[in-house]
């Protein structure tokens, strides 16, 4: 009998792409909640020597680290409903976007972290110059997700876009999201929710909005300290 555990955090972005496979694909598994600011489990640490971040899925006993490492082994492990073309070149689309949005991460933090001032001006503007490629290269008019009509990885990975971004630009005081900037952005943010496994396993909008607030005010703290 398998046995697949998940270590994981109930807020984490990261975290929630690896969720969403695992129930796309029907996989059934055992979640583990870590508490990563104050009591990292021993397997955690365990898991993950080098980065003890989650999250970690333990596929029979073998750890797996990194979600989009993680994404590719479920897809490659269980490739009952594919999340991956199989056309080489969609593939590879596919993968670019993953890495594209991955390589961005530290700009979306840089937004989300900025208090008004010079700084802010120069995040905002990067991250509006991210959103705007998203919009214009990546999504298509055409085309229900990123890859066509069905959702795949690269949804997966741009997911928390989806749900995160409201609560994080309230929270910045910054709406930089407009349906009427970004049509396309917010059609793909609907179509995707709208997947019953997706709007199943959303975090609730105010655990995760009064987590990210804390985070936010933690890490702006120990960078400036008082
Ligand atoms: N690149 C990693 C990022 C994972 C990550 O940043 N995890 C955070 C939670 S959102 C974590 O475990 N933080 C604990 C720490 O930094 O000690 C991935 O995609 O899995």
Known sequence: MEQVKLLGNYTSPFNRRVIWALKLKGVPFEFMQEDLYNNKSELLLKSNPV???????????????????????????????PLLPLDPHERATARFWIKFIEDKIPIMFAFFLSI????QDKAIKDWLEVLRTIEEHGLKEDKKFFGGANIGLTDLVFGFLAYQSEPMEEIVGVKLMETHSFPRLHTWAENFKSVS??????????????HIKWRKEMLIGSAHPR
């Open 51 to 81: 980065y003890k971040k989650i999250p970690v899925l333990i596929h029979n006993g073998k750890p797996i680290s990194e979600s989009t490492v993680i994404l590719e082994y479920i897809e490659e492990t269980w490739p009952e409903n």
């Open 116 to 119: 008004p001032g010079e700084e």
């Open 197 to 210: 496994v997706i709007k199943e396993n959303l975090p609730d909008q105010d655990r995760l909005k009064a």
